[in-house]
Nanobody
């Protein structure tokens, strides 16, 4: 199983990015898929989740109303649209599959997830 994150980069505050994460080696539609991020010196935190079962989603309070998660099960890909970016959004962003739940439940718990990719760096700075 492999997840490959892409789409990160350097953006000014208030800007937007769209992250992509195609997966291979698993039946994508059977899993809740989430985005996490890890800033320097901080623990990895859950950002957003897309359920396998009912289309429901979850967002951390810090990104609610600014980020949008979506998925294409046919393509085996999850996306994260990030608007109104802030310097505190700077981090490495990862996607992963939940091995314990099909429906998202926050806060997201690292230990429930597997198949972490290498991540994609997002830097928000003027």
């Amino acid at each position: 199983v492999q997840f490959v994150e892409s789409g990160g980069g350097l953006v000014q505050p208030g800007g937007s990015l769209r992250l992509s994460c195609p997966a291979s080696g698993l039946t994508f539609g059977d899993y809740a898929i989430s985005w996490f991020r890890q800033a320097p010196g901080k623990e990895r935190e859950g950002v957003s989740c897309s359920s396998a079962s009912d289309g429901s989603t979850y967002y951390a309070d810090s990104v609610k109303d600014r980020f949008t998660i979506s998925r294409d099960n046919a393509e085996g890909t999850v996306y994260l649209r990030m608007n109104s970016l802030k310097p505190e959004d700077t981090a490495i962003y990862y996607c992963a599959a939940n091995l314990m739940r099909r429906r998202c439940q926050g806060p997201l718990r690292n230990h429930e997830y597997a198949y972490w990719g290498q991540g994609t760096q997002v830097t928000v700075s003027s």
